[in-house]
């Protein structure tokens, strides 16, 4: 594959970003992805301070391979977490969930690479206007937390690729290198894939909780907690558990009472497959097998390419 913006930015092989991923992206996972020609992200969103300065080192220690830390904004240390970053000379950063203004200049003027991630064409034109390098637009099929607008992937690359001329990256149900063609076909140049790397070998998440989700079946996931911060959950008991107190039109605090503190590590890193919160997408119930990261990247590769090959074959005249 030539190498396309997303590529050169970043100084990777393939435009293939590994999401930052609660309990489940450390630096072995990042490690993995990096060596297999992608982009690892390690996700801070899960981390103490200390706990993220570490994984940066054990990855520096690992691999000289480019890498970034993805940072949800709404993080409580968010200084502290941005000041390890600087100190340890991270390259590159995804910010999500907050306001692209607020960080990106800092990141920038120490020459780190940020793109920020987004639901909506107008956040992507708020991203421009933040001076981001790359835009990551994710459809509500993704795993983890989602927009309010619930605009699929399918819909929002197209409308995001209008709005704005930046490098895009589209997150959300990519799993495979079709799926990647889909999204370069509507104006993606890189992906963030999250799922598909949530249920590999390197991924810190609980055996338990990645052979749940290669269980799953269509459907099996479901946008839960809109009152709160909308997340896609699979429909266990705790899910069920938040449903009837929505149902009966539980507030915000009930909701949040009920979350408790280290719900998503109970699920996904602990294996509490009953009482825990079971972030993953929608494309799990596609996923069969727990393979290493790096085999998920060629997999990708190949695929693609066999993709754009059989698609340029079915030209239709006019
Ligand atoms: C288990 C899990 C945890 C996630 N945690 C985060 C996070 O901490 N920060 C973030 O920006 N996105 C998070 N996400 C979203 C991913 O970064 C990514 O955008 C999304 O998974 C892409 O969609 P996909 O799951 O269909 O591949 C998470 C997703 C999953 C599945």
């Given at each position: 594959m030539s190498i396309n913006r997303i590529s050169a930015l970043f100084g990777i092989r393939y435009p293939i970003i590994q999401a930052g991923m609660v309990w489940c992206s450390g630096w072995k996972l990042a490690a993995a992805v990096s060596n297999a020609g992608g982009l690892g992200l390690i996700g801070a969103?899960?981390?103490h301070p200390g706990t993220l300065r570490e994984h940066i080192q054990k990855y520096k220690a690992a691999t000289g391979q480019p890498f970034g830390v993805n940072v949800?904004?709404?993080?409580?240390q968010i200084e502290e977490i941005m000041q390890i970053i600087l100190e340890e000379k991270v390259p590159v950063v995804f910010t999500s969930a907050?306001?692209?203004?607020?960080?990106t200049a800092t990141l920038k003027s120490a020459g780190i690479k940020v793109a920020h991630v987004v639901s909506s064409s107008r956040f992507a034109i708020k991203c421009a206007e933040a001076g981001v390098d790359a835009v990551v637009a994710e459809g509500f099929e993704a795993g983890g937390h989602n927009g309010r607008?619930?605009?699929t992937t399918f819909a929002l690359i197209p409308q995001v690729r209008k709005a704005i001329d930046l490098p895009l990256i589209a997150a959300g149900g990519i799993g495979s290198g079709e799926a990647m063609a889909a999204a370069f076909a509507l104006g993606a140049e890189g992906v963030q894939v999250g799922t598909r790397f949530a249920l590999t070998n390197e991924s810190s998440a609980s055996e338990a909780f990645k052979q749940r989700c290669i269980s799953l079946n269509e459907g099996d996931t479901v946008l839960s907690l809109k009152k709160l911060s909308p997340t896609r959950l699979v429909r266990n008991e705790f899910y069920q558990q938040v449903q009837q107190l929505e149902d009966r039109g539980a507030t915000p605090e009930e909701l949040r009472e009920l979350l408790g503190k280290g719900r998503s590590k109970r699920g996904?890193?602990?294996?509490?497959?009953?009482?825990g919160e079971l972030e993953i997408g929608q494309i799990a119930s596609h996923i069969k097998e727990i393979i290493p990261a790096g085999q998920v990247v060629n997999e990708m590769i190949g695929q693609y390419n066999r993709t754009i090959h059989r698609l340029s074959q079915l030209a239709i005249d006019n």
């Open positions: 969103g899960s981390m949800p904004l709404m993080y409580p907050g306001n692209p203004k607020t960080w607008e619930e605009t996904i890193f602990d294996g509490d497959l009953t009482e």
